[in-house]
């Protein structure tokens, strides 16, 4: 019988499980729901189950409850080379609307560790899990003897795996404020507006993954081995409940879009009679000269074109059509496929090549948008024509 302690339930136990519970619920509810940008759902619904994932076995270690379950210990550190790609991918597919094979390529890490836990960690013996317990959790307690000499290169990523995470987070981190640096550039806005709903979640998002390798980082130079990780934990708990804030705040069923927007705009400039001119001169432009059919479009573009200010033509476009650039922009998009895939004349083009003849870089992002507003899928529709 190896030695152990008894359970230990304090302040941290009962936030660190209240992430945990609120974690799994949230990746369910992001996992399951068929709405919206799906790729980036499933992105967003796996990093919260990784990170849920992660701060359980922070849990059992921290309770002692892992000495009644030797064979789970470290089971979710794999994860450690997952929550950062999966937060940057989310962002990435959130932004973009785009999904690519190479995408998976960011999970080889994960999956490399994976197996050398599995191969050469995981199939050990108890006294093994149990002394590897001990030199995270409770370096002061007596360790039991065993081959661990004839072993020890078994353990040379585990003890280096602390470095490797915070490289691995820090590259991600910096991945993913580019691109949401350029997102918000490409629109014209700096980069602490709050203008656009949309890069402001994503600003916020990069900003949770920089705050935990900051955590990170202050946590592992203070304390030795994984003493200090239900500190850690704790914050990722914050975070967790913030994205669950978030998600709840801007749910429509607590917003008055037209009163919204409104009282955004009360202090504008902007006459009755020069909205109207701008968007007459706007449906001019978009019907005649079709700037949307670039890849590039962008909100600066057509405000340039228009000789008005983005935060002009965006308002125009919020009042008066009730929409945003990207919605206005997708809906021209889509009624110039749609006659595309309608023409017997263009009846040999591939789906993706008419995807990027009306502006989409990829064919994921430019089904998503032509169901959302056809409600079928350009196959279903060329078949149907």
């Not at 007596?142 to 078994?154: G, K, L, S």
């Not at 640096?181 to 709050?194: M, Q």
């Not at 990829?362 to 529709?381: E, L, M, R």
């Amino acid at each position: 019988m190896l030695p152990s302690l008894p359970l230990k339930i304090d302040l941290f136990a009962i936030i660190i499980l209240l992430g945990i519970v609120q974690g799994f619920f949230l990746a369910f509810f992001f996992l399951t729901t068929k709405q919206g940008n799906k790729v980036a759902h499933l992105y967003l619904g796996l990093f919260l189950f990784s990170m849920a994932f992660a701060i359980t076995e922070v849990l059992m270690g921290y309770t002692n409850y892992t000495f009644q379950t030797l064979y789970l210990v470290d089971m979710a550190e794999p994860t450690n080379f997952v929550l950062a790609p999966l937060s940057f991918l989310y962002i990435q597919t959130y932004i973009t609307e785009r999904f690519t094979k190479a995408q998976l390529l960011h999970f080889i890490p994960f999956l490399a560790y994976l197996i050398y836990m599995s191969v050469l960690f995981y199939p050990l013996s108890d006294i093994h899990h149990y002394n590897s317990y001990l030199y995270a959790f409770h370096p002061d307690m007596a360790t039991v003897p065993c081959d661990y000499a004839e072993r020890e290169w078994y353990y040379f990523f585990k003890h280096h795996v602390n470095d490797l995470m915070f490289i691995h987070m820090v590259i991600y981190t910096i991945a993913s404020f580019y691109v949401v640096i350029k997102a918000f550039k490409k629109e014209g806005l700096p980069f602490n507006s709050s203008q656009s709903t949309k890069l402001s979640w994503a600003r916020n998002q990069v900003i949770s993954l920089a705050s935990i390798v900051i955590i990170f980082l202050v946590i592992k130079s203070t304390f030795i081995h994984d003493l200090g990780d239900h500190i850690l934990a704790g914050h990722i708990t914050l975070i967790i409940y913030a994205i669950s804030f978030s998600v709840i705040s801007r749910s429509k069923f607590f917003h008055d879009e037209q009163a919204k927007a409104a009282k955004k705009y009360e202090k504008s400039s902007l006459t009755i009679d020069i909205q109207d001119n701008v968007l007459d001169k706007l449906t001019e432009v978009m019907n005649n000269e079709k700037p949307f059919l670039n890849d590039s479009f962008s909100l600066p573009g057509l405000a340039k074109m228009l000789a008005v200010s983005p935060h002009h033509l965006s308002q125009i476009l919020n009042e008066k059509l009730g929409q945003s650039f990207f919605d206005y922009t997708a809906t021209y998009r889509i009624k110039e496929a749609q006659q595309l895939l309608a023409s017997p004349e263009h009846s040999h083009i591939k789906i993706e090549e008419i995807a990027e003849m009306v502006g989409y870089n990829s064919k994921s992002a430019f089904n998503t948008s032509f169901k959302k507003i056809v409600g079928q899928t350009p196959s279903q529709f060329r078949v149907q024509k």
